[in-house]
Each structure stands twice: as C-alpha cells, then as structure tokens.
C-alpha cells in the first residue's frame, strides 16, 4: 500500500482537484451540478486559503485521491467544504476521509475556531453517517449563521463545537 500524504492545496493540484469532485458530483451521484455552480473551484487560495480558512488535498503517489476545505465565514467560525474522497480509497482501509476531517479539525483548533459548519446533500447518505460519528451535530438550516454560504444542492446541516478553541 502506498503512503498517503495530506497537504496543503497548492496551483499544480487545481486540475486534479476539479476533476476528483466533479467526477464524484456527476458521475457518482447524479447531482446535476458543474464547474460553472462552483467558481471557488476555479480560485482555491483566494477563496478558501484566507483569513482562519485553508484547503488540504489527500495524495498518494502523485495523484489527489481527496480533499477538504474550511472556509472562513467570520465570527470564528468556519464552513466545512468539498470533502471529497475517490471512491476506491473511502473506508477504514486508508482512514483518508477521516485523516483530512482531522487535519481541518487539528487546523480550527490551531486558529481559535469554536464552530465547524457544513451543508451536504440528500445523496450523500455515508457522509451524514461519517460526520455523526466524528461528533457532528445535525441542525435546521435556520440555525446557521447568516454568514454561511448555501450552496442549491445542500439539504442537511451539521456543525461540530471545536473542544481546544481558545475563549
């Protein structure tokens, strides 16, 4: 088994990236969503990589097998965004999915987030289970901020209560 590294986003993984969640979006889950519906895919470090927020890919060898965003919304608060892990690599075999949730969970504790947010969609049916279990909680989309950025697709609400973030 190869050595999986999660890293920073940096330009050369753009493309990659674009391709691993589209392909998951589209081909996966029939969400009938493109490029175009995501112009933060086409400016990462501008869009996520400010302020408390960042983007980490998952890569073994050369190829992006994940990714993973927190998007900074103010308030010491943060959206969790694009988690995304190619199918052949989901599940307890390489932790992928759950080694980026720690890294972005490690990263807002860092950077005195209190609230992890996120938004997913209906389809995403092991993503809701793998978030319960790593303590997020489900909310009603009224109780999220009014910083938060909904995207069309997302029907379900969680946020997870960051325990190290400083008072």
Same mark, same amino acid.
Not at 114 to 142: D, E, M, R
């Given at each position: 088994?190869?050595? @999986?590294?999660?890293?920073?986003?940096?330009?050369?993984?753009?493309?990659?990236?674009?391709?691993?969640?589209?392909?998951?979006?589209?081909?996966?889950?029939? &969400?009938?969503?493109? %490029?175009?519906?995501?112009? /933060?895919?086409?400016?990462?470090?501008?869009?996520?990589?400010?302020?408390?927020?960042?983007?980490?890919?998952?890569?073994? #060898? =050369?190829?992006? @097998?994940?990714?993973?965003?927190?998007?900074? &919304? #103010?308030?010491?608060?943060?959206?969790?965004? %694009?988690?995304?892990?190619?199918?052949?690599?989901?599940?307890? =075999?390489?932790?992928?999915?759950?080694?980026?949730?720690?890294?972005?969970?490690?990263?807002?504790? /860092?950077? =005195?987030?209190?609230?992890?947010?996120? #938004?997913?969609?209906?389809?995403?049916?092991?993503?809701?289970?793998?978030?319960?279990?790593?303590? !997020?909680?489900?909310?009603?989309?009224?109780?999220?901020? =009014?910083? !938060?950025? &909904? @995207?069309?697709?997302?029907?379900?609400?969680?946020?997870?209560?960051?325990?190290?973030?400083?008072?």
């Amino acid at each position: 088994m190869s050595h @999986v590294s999660i890293c920073e986003f940096t330009e050369p993984y753009e493309k990659q990236v674009s391709e691993l969640i589209l392909h998951i979006q589209q081909e996966e889950y029939n &969400i009938a969503i493109t %490029k175009d519906d995501q112009p /933060d895919l086409m400016n990462i470090p501008s869009f996520y990589q400010v302020k408390k927020g960042n983007f980490w890919v998952a890569e073994m #060898g =050369s190829r992006v @097998v994940g990714t993973i965003s927190l998007l900074d &919304i #103010g308030n010491n608060e943060v959206a969790l965004r %694009k988690m995304f892990v190619a199918e052949e690599y989901r599940g307890s =075999s390489f932790k992928i999915a759950l080694r980026l949730l720690n890294r972005a969970i490690s990263w807002a504790a /860092d950077h =005195s987030i209190k609230t992890i947010f996120l #938004g997913t969609t209906p389809q995403f049916l092991a993503a809701h289970k793998f978030y319960q279990k790593h303590g !997020f909680i489900k909310i009603a989309q009224k109780e999220l901020p =009014s910083t !938060f950025p &909904i @995207v069309k697709v997302d029907k379900f609400f969680y946020k997870f209560q960051v325990e190290n973030a400083a008072e």
